[in-house]
């Protein structure tokens, strides 16, 4: 018997989410490039503006943000208590930190 659980995708979300990644990676290899257009670039500390390598994180903190109710409703619907939620939470949490620490 194969058991199987059909979650609902916003693939809205994930197309958003996937662009968001791709674009991360872009705007990590312009400081390499040379002969870019300006708008490009991050903003200077001085400069009235906002550039393009400006707004992609604040992107993927939107993207993370939106999903994260719908990751907790999720596990709702498979039956898991506030405390397993919490505590996964929790895990996931550290284990990010110390990955970020180690890096």
């Known amino acids: 018997m194969r058991y199987t659980t059909h979650t609902t995708r916003i693939e809205a979300l994930d197309i958003f989410?996937?662009?968001t990644m791709f674009l991360m990676?872009?705007?990590n290899d312009i400081p390499g490039l040379k002969n870019?257009?300006?708008w490009l670039l991050h903003a200077k500390f001085?400069?009235?503006m906002l550039g393009f390598s400006?707004?992609?994180f604040p992107a993927f903190l939107f993207a993370m943000?939106?999903?994260v109710p719908f990751a907790i409703l999720n596990r709702e619907k498979?039956?898991?208590s506030t405390f397993e939620i919490m505590r996964h939470i929790l895990v996931?949490?550290?284990a990010l930190l110390v990955m970020g620490y180690i890096r």
């Open 17 to 19: 989410r996937a662009l």
């Open 25 to 27: 990676l872009f705007v």
């Open 36 to 38: 870019i257009p300006h």
């Open 46 to 48: 001085d400069e009235d």
């Open 54 to 56: 400006d707004v992609i």
């Open 65 to 67: 943000g939106m999903a």
């Open 78 to 80: 498979k039956g898991k």
């Open 92 to 94: 996931r949490t550290i």
